[in-house]
């Protein structure tokens, strides 16, 4: 049984006289015991799709069952079996880390000793902290709490929306190992992330720009789709390097990644040292262009440029 299954779903919201379109006739299906990416920038849709499967928000069509269950008709049913982490801290700033967890606990009619096994390891890291206010923590230590009030109830299904976002590259890592420990002991979890890196960190991932699905498979698979040339490109003047390349015909779908710009030659026919001597003849100095392998980021720079061409 798929843990997750959302059927032709559609969102709109309304401000003025302007319509937003945040989810666009999407279809998913989440297998049980998977770690499932949702990946896409700030408006792409994420947090209204898990809403809606969190039963805080109703679709304006289209069908989702969570968990087996309908998440309109069944919604106080399937509160009781998810855990969900929204994406700004929603605990009580002004309880201690203690009394946060014993106000969850006894919302679900549980304790922290009942459930202990499966936030043990997270719990440990709080501990020394657990009297301290949750609104004098570090961004780390808060999510870490959040997780915490999110499992205490042993959910089936975790439901995470941009949880690493606003902490160091540290707790970043430290995160995702629990929930790699947290899925091997048998949790299903959707996560939804504007970091591309973090993709590579999912058994299967969607990538999700203006409420519409780009390609939903594994990390792997999804590069393996879209193998195509790929430059990488430099000069010592990069912001004119930028003007420049674009206005080349020999590339396409030019965009910066860190140091370098990421470029695609036009045609399999067009050479690294065509574009090379455009750019001496454009007066760029210092250049270095390199052929390298396609990552996941390029992947849906490339689908969400043509997504939005046609």
Known sequence: MNAISVRNLSKSYTTGKQTVEALCNISLQVAAGELFGIIGPDGAGKTSLLRILATLMQPNAGQASVLGLDTTKDYKAIRQKIGYMPGRFSLYQDLSVEEN?????????TSIDANYQLI????????????RKA??????????????????????????????????????????DM??????????????????????????????D???????????????????????????????????TRSWSGVTN????????????????TDIKELEAYLLSKKQQQIVVKQIEPQIEDVFMHLMNKHHVS
């Open 254 to 269: 030019v965009f910066p990644f860190g140091e370098y710009l990421h470029c695609s030659p036009h045609s399999s026919n």
């Open 101 to 109: 967890l014993d106000f969850f606990a006894t919302i679900f009619k």
């Open 210 to 244: 203006r409420g519409n699905f780009l390609e939903i498979d594994t990390p792997s698979g999804i590069i393996a789709n879209h193998q195509s040339t790929l430059w990488a490109v430099k000069s010592d003047n990069m912001y004119q390097l930028l003007q420049d």
């Open 120 to 131: 043990k390891d997270i719990y440990e890291q709080i501990a020394p902290f657990k009297k």
């Open 179 to 208: 929930l790699a420990s947290l899925q091997q002991q048998g949790l299903t979890i959707v996560v939804a992330t504007p970091y591309m890196d973090e993709a590579s960190l999912c058994d299967r991932i969607a990538l999700l």
């Open 135 to 176: 609104g004098k923590l570090s961004g780390g230590m808060k999510q870490k709490l959040a997780l915490c009030c999110a499992l205490i109830h042993k959910p089936s299904l975790l439901l995470l929306d941009e949880p690493t976002t606003g902490v160091d590259v540290m707790s970043r890592k430290e995160f995702w």
